[in-house]
């Protein structure tokens, strides 16, 4: 059975390449904009995998992914957070919340599927 | 008894002893007589009694001539000499002894001469070099004035008790107060003012926390030791305050003898809302700018390496990531232009953090938490080489905050702190159990304005983590299974300071004598203070009626200070009140304030806390204070202020010096200590007379014996109309 992958990114310029990329691998792929609607997503939707974008509005990465990580029914879905931020202070912040991985951007797509590969068991 | 009498007494004393002499000659003589020859006198005599009698009278003449001249010159000389000397002590030091009367007198009215021309000598002298020495110091006042006048930054020089010795103009204009009156707009209140409390302006504890830190770095050897910190002026502006120590006199050489030697302190204030405005602005940009462009490039890179990777996609899927690479190239650039606009005006920010140790910085939090919190708390494993770049102040109002919050939500017992080093990071961890907190909580937390332990800050806890280049959240401490919040914050290198004391301020002029700084302190020891010395505020209260309790209201506060024994006519509060009722046809006629005139007035809700701030760290002086008390104590709650400090009746002051009277009315008073009644019936009208009154009793209480604060209020209290309830 295919793997799902949830993509929370308001900036459509990446997820439209996440997308694909996602696609091309044979993952089945949801993509929401917002904090808010990743949260609901995780639920609805049962991803293996969340690419979860730091700054979006409504609800943070950070938050989403402390919310994630609080729902024990939750606890093997794999999370990476993608960001434009990026000091070690937030990376920090991320692993410390309980982020699987955290990539910041711009990133090499080489090595971000070879982390999705790697956290999906592939 | 008059010269005169006495001089007549001496004259018929000597009289009758020249009589007395010669009747008795001639009573010895007749005892001597035969009858045969008495019998022959005694008709002589008899026939000539006129003439002995007219010789006796005419003895009179020359004995008075005589003894006239023995009076004039033994008596009266040496009178008018000790006269002549009173008046030359007393009333004219020019005045000479003229020099008459016997040899002796003569001689001793020409040593008196001497000794005034040689005590004049050495009056004109002192004069002098009084007047030399006081041109000098006001030449050196007016050196400082212009040099503080010129400053750009506010300056205000206090004594170590926290009262306001010395200002400049734009301290004054920095530091007014936000409210102003409808009725005279513009016309706000300054909370600078000689003799009165920065405590007023200031948080107490912020000045008494910089105060520390000096003291700290002093102990430790330092030579100029500054501190600074920002806080928020009262009308909101942020400033950046700079704490030098005043040394007095005595200050000594060894580390200890200068903290001891400390006398007060100058504060230099600087606004910086606009720059951290502007320092905002920029981080803003540089935040746009670099995460802006990671986010472009992201897309850009992730679009050419898709396309690389699958060279045969079909044509629409190609279209379309060849699109996304030209509008994020252009996005980029459009960027670039507007950052290099933007950037170009912003300004540098010095928000000011000074180093410290990390275990210092958690020691002090542990102290203000159990003072004030009265938690326990108790220490993890603390790593003693963490040093941080910290705003010590607001980071433990931050943890203070938290773990208030804690305690008053979740009923925390107890409280723990860690410290310890990840890569360049620290790690402070609050670390509490038995209160399931959630992340969701812990977020809104972060995002509230804080307020812990009776004081609000302006600043939320993320601003401050923010400020810090720090990052905090909430999550479960590995070591512990306890809950915490980590505050992850950038180590530092032990040595420098971030941000120092510009070059310059090191050597000091030496341009003020702080006499003043000499006042004795304002605490428990205030009872013993000579009245003379203290610091007051003359108030009066004018109302709708004469009973708080059944609904009368307050319609006018007038106020106006006495430092050093003047009245300063320059510092006062005037406020008229919306009382929030109607005002009396009577009421109207005493006070002479109409219902139109506290339209759009504050409530008295506003006006108290400005008073009280007004009169921060002053006795209080009212005319028959029990009433006005009264009336503001009634007010207290609903100001959300207290009036706590000492307070002195001119009533009951009166009664004490003239018991007897009847009339203790201010007019009465007035009248018999000679002050002018003027603007009877407006609040400060009232308060000045009653200012003026004080003054004038603070003599003759001292001839009672009564001196000091302590003093005046016990023998108030013994007085019959202190009993009196109202």
Redesign the interface.
């Known amino acids: 059975m295919g793997k799902k992958v949830l993509i929370a990114d308001d900036?459509p310029?990446?997820v439209?390449?996440?997308e694909?990329?996602m696609k091309?691998k044979g993952y089945t792929v949801r993509v929401v904009t917002d904090g808010e609607q990743a949260l609901n997503a995780v639920g609805e939707f049962g991803p293996d995998l969340v690419l979860l974008d730091v700054?979006m509005p409504r609800m943070s990465g950070?938050?989403v992914c402390?919310?994630i990580r609080?729902n024990p029914a939750w606890a093997d879905v794999r999370i990476v957070m993608?960001s434009?931020?990026?000091r070690?202070?937030?990376v920090?912040?991320g692993l410390?919340?309980g982020a699987d991985a955290y990539v910041?951007?711009?990133?090499?797509?080489?090595d971000l599927m070879a982390k999705v590969l790697e956290l999906l068991g592939e | 008894m008059s010269d005169r009498i006495r001089f007549a007494v001496a004259l018929a004393a000597a009289w009758a002893f020249l009589l007395a002499t010669l009747a008795a000659a001639a009573l010895l003589v007749a005892a001597d007589l035969s009858d045969a020859e008495r019998a022959l006198v005694a008709p002589l005599l008899r026939e000539h009694a006129p003439s002995v009698v007219a010789i006796a009278l005419l003895a009179l003449v020359p004995l008075a001539l005589i003894l006239g001249v023995l009076h004039r010159r033994h008596v009266t000389a040496p009178r008018q000499l000790a006269e002549d000397a009173r008046i030359i002590l007393a009333a004219n030091p020019a005045h000479r002894a003229p020099v008459r009367g016997s040899g002796e007198v003569m001689r001793l009215a020409e040593s008196f001469n001497q000794l005034a021309d040689a005590n004049a000598a050495l009056r004109h002298d002192v004069e002098s070099r009084v007047r030399d020495a006081n041109e000098r110091i006001e030449q050196e006042r007016n050196r400082l004035a212009a040099l503080m006048s010129e400053l750009a930054q506010s300056v205000i020089v206090c004594n170590i008790e926290g009262r306001i010795l010395l200002y400049n103009a734009r301290a004054m204009q920095l530091l007014r107060q936000p409210q102003e009156s409808a009725a005279a707009p513009g016309k706000a209140h300054s909370l600078v003012g000689l003799g009165r409390s920065i405590f007023a302006i200031f948080d107490r504890n912020l000045i008494i926390h910089a105060l520390e830190g000096i003291h700290d770095r002093l102990r430790e050897g330092a030579r100029g030791a500054d501190a600074s910190f920002v806080t928020t002026a009262p009308a909101g502006q942020l400033v950046r305050v700079q704490m030098a120590p005043v040394q007095g006199a005595a200050a000594g050489q060894t580390p200890a003898a200068a903290v001891e030697g400390i006398t007060g302190f100058v504060l230099v204030l600087d606004n910086i809302t606009r720059r951290i405005e502007a320092g905002n602005r920029r981080d803003l940009l540089l935040q746009t700018l670099t995460e802006g462009t990671r986010a472009s490039l992201g897309s850009v890179r992730a679009a050419v390496e898709t396309i690389a990777a699958f060279p045969d996609m079909d044509k629409a899927a190609q279209e379309r990531f060849i699109g996304i690479i030209g509008e994020e190239a252009q996005r980029l650039s459009a960027r670039l232009d507007q950052t290099a606009s933007d950037f170009a005006d912003s300004l540098r920010t010095e928000w000011p953090l000074e180093n410290m140790r990390g275990a210092d910085l958690i020691a002090a939090v542990r102290r203000r938490i159990e003072a004030r919190l009265e938690l326990p708390t108790k220490l993890e494993a603390v790593d003693e080489s963490v040093w941080l770049n910290v705003d010590s102040y607001s980071l433990m109002q931050a943890i203070t905050y938290l773990v208030t919050r804690l305690r008053e939500e979740f009923g925390i017992r107890e409280v723990r702190f860690a410290l310890e080093t990840a890569g360049a990071l620290a790690h402070l961890d609050v670390i509490w159990t038995g209160a399931p907190l959630g992340s969701e909580t812990a977020m809104t937390w972060q995002t509230d304005s804080m307020n812990a332990g009776g004081e609000a800050s302006p600043l939320t806890l993320k601003q401050i983590v923010e400020r810090h280049n720090a990052e905090i959240w909430y999550q479960i401490h590995k070591v512990t299974h306890r809950e915490c919040f980590r505050i992850a914050i950038p180590l530092t290198q032990p040595e420098e300071a971030a941000w120092s004391a510009p070059p310059g301020l090191g050597s000091r002029p030496e341009y003020y004598d702080f006499d003043l700084f000499n006042q004795p302190g304002q605490t428990p020891e205030q009872d013993n203070r000579p009245l003379a010395a203290l610091s007051y505020t003359v108030f009066d209260t004018e109302t709708t009626g004469l009973q708080p309790s059944a609904g009368d209201e307050i319609v006018s506060i007038g106020a106006v200070r006495i430092v050093n024994g003047r009245l300063l006519e320059h510092e006062v509060f005037e406020q008229l009140v919306d009382p929030r009722r109607d005002m009396s046809p009577e009421a109207s006629r005493i006070t002479g304030i109409e219902a139109s005139m506290l339209e759009g007035q504050p409530t008295i809700d506003k006006v108290l806390p400005a008073f009280r701030a007004f009169c921060e760290d002053t006795v209080l002086i009212a005319h028959n204070a029990a009433f006005d008390m009264r009336f503001l104590r009634l007010k207290e709650d609903a100001a959300g202020v207290r009036f706590t400090q000492p307070v002195l009746d001119t009533l009951l002051l009166s009664a004490v010096i003239n018991p007897q009277l009847d009339s203790h009315r201010l007019e009465a008073i007035a009248e018999r200590m000679g002050v002018n009644p003027i603007g009877r019936h407006t609040a400060l009208g009232d308060a000045i007379m009653t200012g003026e009154v004080f003054l004038r009793m603070i003599p003759l209480l001292a001839e009672q014996g009564i001196r000091t604060l302590g003093e005046a209020r016990e023998a108030s209290q013994k007085t019959y109309f202190a009993r009196v309830d109202y």
């Open positions: 900036e310029n990446i439209v390449s996440l694909f990329l091309q700054m950070y938050d402390q919310k609080e993608l434009a931020k990026g070690d202070i937030e920090t912040k410390a919340l910041t951007k711009p990133f090499s797509t080489k």
